[in-house]
Each structure stands twice: as C-alpha cells, then as structure tokens.
C-alpha cells in the first residue's frame, strides 16, 4: 500500500470562509472591541472603537445584477476612495469602508454621480433580497432577480431616507417553494392551474418515480398513455405548487395568463421584541408583468403608505399588524379581502403544526 493509501481520507471543509484575511486592517484590529456606533446620515455608519480607531462604512444600492464592467468600475471606486476595502452584503448593498472622515463625502459625491444611491441603513427600504431566478435555477416562473431594480426605482426615495417606522425588508421570489425567506413585504409567484404534461417527453426525460415522490399532496400517479409510460396528475387534489417541474420538465406549469403574482406581508426572520413571523397573503392574481411589474409596484406602494402612516416607530409591519388587526389592515390599505385568503387547508394543521393564511 502506498504512502498517499495510508493516510485517512480528510472531508474537505467547504463551509463559511474565515472572514478575518479579507476585513478591513482596522476591523480586524478591533474585532469584538468596539465602544460605540451611530448613523451620520443615512447609508453611512460610524463604528468607534474603544482604542479610539474611528471607521466608516458608506452604503450604496446597485442594479442587483452585476455585469464585469460594472463591477469594476465599483472596485475602482474602491481603490480611489477606500483603499481598495469594500463588500457586499447580502442583499446586494456595497459598502465602502475608510478611516479616514474627510473621504466620507466625496466618496458619496462620486456614488451617486455614478447612478448609485447612498442609503439602505436604519428605517428604510433596503435593497429586495430575491431568489435565484433565471440566473441559476431550473424552475422559476418569473424572473425575480430582474425585476428588483425596477421596483427599487419606485421606492428610490424610501432607500435614501429613514423615514419608515422601521427596517423594511422586501423580498421577491419565483416559484411557490419560495426559498428567500420571509419578508414584510413579499412578492412571489402563484401558480394557478396544474401542470400541462407533454406525454411524448416524459418517458425520456422524467424518472417517474422521482416525479411521484415529489408531489406534497400525492396528486401525481405513473400511467400508460398512447402505449408508453407517462404520468398523471389528479387535478383534484394538486395544489399548483410546481414542485413536480425540476425533475420533470414536459410537466409545464408556467403559463404566461395562469402564473400570477401574489402579495404578502409580516413576515420577519429577527426575533428583536417579538418573535419571527411568517409572511400573510394579502393580494393574489396580479398579473406577471416583467420587467416592471406597475401593478405589483402600485400595491406595495399602497401597503407601504399605510404602514408609515399608522405604525408607531420600531413597530416592524407584522407588529403594526398585530396591533391595528387584519380588518383594519384592509380597510387601511383599500385590498379586497376574498375568501382566498381564508385558510380551508386541514393538512397544515396537523402535517405542519402552521399556517401562512389569515386567521381570524
Ligand atoms: S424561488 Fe423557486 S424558482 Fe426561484 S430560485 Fe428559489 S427554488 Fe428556484
Ligand atoms: S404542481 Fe405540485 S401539487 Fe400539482 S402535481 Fe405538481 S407537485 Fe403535485
């Protein structure tokens, strides 16, 4: 046996990187160290140590989809201003960091002459976070990556200033299976008829069995159809998830008048003064108008007008919720409340011990 055969097969650890080579000297200098912190003016953050080191990080939005050219002309901006010490953050922000306070303006003048807005901190609006899209998964219904940028464009204003009763978190995501999370304000796709299923496809492309194990609610049984093996869905019982799509793509659920869009709202994944929520639907049936989706854009607007005007400060929007109640939440925000939004669903009760549906 060889010398390499002998020594024990190590897994490879592919897990979070170790931030520290990459922080900022002075971050690193002070980790776990700091006295204090304050917000300037918003999209800028003011950290001081308790060493007296000083740092300051700049916030700005960006078009969330990142050409080579845009980037770096960012990291450009980076060496001019920030010796080269910028990041991202998860939804997309960049943040420059200088120690130094008199590159703080001009570093924001140069921004914002180049298209990008300085804000995202405190009360605001920050960035849409959105799922993977058309980027890099296989199933999405619309493209939720894309249309962050033209809705960001309504709610411009609302990422530069702090002026909501607290953080607002949007999300937008592109099938039912929703893998971005809760938000207080959440635009994700809605399904509404069973899959179309090309029986000539399926039996070279799908592995059945995979296909039925999928299905949440055992909607989908394997058949014979024209003499070759296919499948079957019984339109009773499927509930329009699109799980069945991915491993079986002649299952074509996207349709472009049957896929809508859906509004929800109070969700939140902190656990600050109250617990973590899911989100609520509210609106469903908007049309998937990409690139710009207005009519989404005028009803998170809508919500979003009636929560700065009634919720009281650090209220987050399920808490504003909790407070004034569902009937008034729909009187306040003008939205029809139909019989969809009641939850008729027993399964959730006892398969999931909860429920996204109003209940009242
Ligand atoms: S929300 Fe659905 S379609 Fe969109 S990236 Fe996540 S799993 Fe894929
Ligand atoms: S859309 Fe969902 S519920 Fe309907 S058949 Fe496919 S997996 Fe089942």
Not at 32 to 55: F, Q
Not at 110 to 119: A, M, R
Not at 129 to 154: F, N, R, Y
Request: proline share 8%; aromatic share 6%; glycine share 8%.
């Amino acid at each position: 046996m060889s010398e390499a055969q002998d020594k024990p097969r190590m897994p490879i650890e592919s897990g979070v990187p170790d931030p520290m080579p990459l922080m900022h000297p002075l971050m690193r200098k002070n980790y776990g160290k700091w006295a204090w912190h304050d917000r300037p003016r918003p999209g800028v953050l003011h950290h001081v140590a308790k060493s007296g080191d000083e740092i300051w990080t700049i916030k700005a939005g960006t078009q969330r989809q990142l050409d080579l050219h845009t980037i770096r002309g960012l990291c450009d901006i980076a060496d001019q201003f920030a010796d080269g010490h910028v990041r991202f953050t998860t939804r997309s922000n960049i943040e420059f960091m200088v120690i130094d306070q008199s590159r703080v303006d001009p570093l924001i003048e140069k921004l914002e002459g180049s298209g990008y807005p300085v804000g995202g901190t405190g009360n605001s609006v920050s960035m849409i976070s959105h799922t993977q899209g058309w980027l890099h998964c296989d199933i999405p219904g619309t493209d939720a990556s894309g249309v962050v940028k033209s809705l960001m464009d309504e709610l411009y204003d609302e990422f530069k200033s702090e002026e909501m009763p607290n953080r607002v978190k949007i999300t937008t995501s592109c099938c039912q299976i929703n893998c971005g999370g809760q938000g207080d304000i959440a635009i994700n796709i809605q399904h509404t008829k069973p899959p179309v299923i090309n029986h000539d496809l399926v039996a070279n492309v799908c592995e059945r069995p995979a296909v039925v194990a999928r299905c949440p609610v055992a909607a989908i049984r394997p058949a014979l159809v024209n003499g070759k093996p296919s499948l079957e869905v019984d339109e009773k019982k499927c509930i329009c998830c699109g799980a069945c799509y991915p491993p079986c793509p002649p299952m074509q659920i996207n349709d472009p008048e049957h896929s809508k869009l859906a509004i929800w709202v109070g969700g939140k994944h902190s656990s600050t003064r109250t617990k973590p929520t899911f989100h609520k639907l509210v609106v469903s049936g908007l049309p998937n108008n990409a690139p710009r989706w207005p009519e989404v854009a005028e009803v998170v607007k809508t919500i979003l007008n009636a929560y700065k005007e009634d919720a009281r400060y650090w209220e987050r929007m399920s808490e504003w919720i909790d407070r004034i109640g569902w009937p008034r939440f729909f009187e306040m925000t003008n939205l029809p409340f139909t019989k969809h939004h009641i939850e008729d669903w027993r399964g959730g009760r006892n398969a999931l011990n909860m429920s996204s549906h109003v209940h009242f």
